[in-house]
């Protein structure tokens, strides 16, 4: 979280993101290849491919505007409570996910844990910070969500092919596309100026 928020300093969020799918593909690509996955993908299996891929896009878009809102240390405490929504969302979606006493009682534990620990520091802030605590919260409820649809998705095809596709051409290069466009726009507007 720190060195996305240091990053975030100089290169706007869309880039930010942009940068980090691309180097994750490369080295999900790599290992695909040293794996000798098959690349290919079942023509049924793309319309969820790209609901997938916009939910990602959306998710980590959102995420990243957040946390140029808010700090560092706020974020990484909204971010990981992705576990929580994940739980509750899989009960509701995923056949054989059920919402134990158990896993009622870890969710309960856990954000009472959060709030003993760091309540009293979350509660302070400025509305700008709380607007970034709000969307990095619901980025963790788009991280949720993706992990409940990947595992609805994942046996219909190798994991390697849902990580590269998804961090790979659907994401990469619109972002990428993106950046080089609002760079250019920067750099237009500082020559006009």
């Known amino acids: 979280m720190v060195a996305m928020k240091v990053g975030l300093q100089g290169v706007p969020p869309a880039a930010a993101a942009g940068f980090r799918f691309l180097l994750a593909s490369i080295s999900v690509l790599l290992f695909a290849v040293i794996r000798r996955a098959r690349l290919s993908v079942d023509r049924g299996l793309w319309p969820h491919l790209l609901a997938l891929a916009a ?18 240390s706020r974020s990484s ?10 739980v509750l969302l899989a009960h509701f979606l995923v056949p054989g996910e059920r919402l134990t006493p158990a896993r009622a009682g870890g969710i309960l534990l856990s954000l009472a844990g959060l709030l003993a620990v760091f309540g009293e520091r979350l509660a302070g802030g400025s509305w700008t910070m709380l607007l970034g605590d709000g969307l990095v919260t619901a980025a963790a409820v788009g991280w949720a969500l993706q992990s409940v649809y990947m595992k609805l998705i994942i046996y219909r095809t190798d994991p390697f092919v849902l990580s590269w596709l998804l961090l790979g051409d659907p ?23």
């Open 55 to 72: 939910l990602f896009v959306v998710q980590h878009g959102i995420f990243f505007v957040g946390l140029n809102l808010t700090s560092a």
């Open 171 to 193: 994401i990469t290069l619109p972002l990428l596309a993106g950046l080089v466009l609002v760079t250019s726009g920067i750099a237009l507007v500082n020559r006009i100026a």
């Open 77 to 86: 405490v909204f971010m990981f409570t992705q576990p929580v929504y994940t």
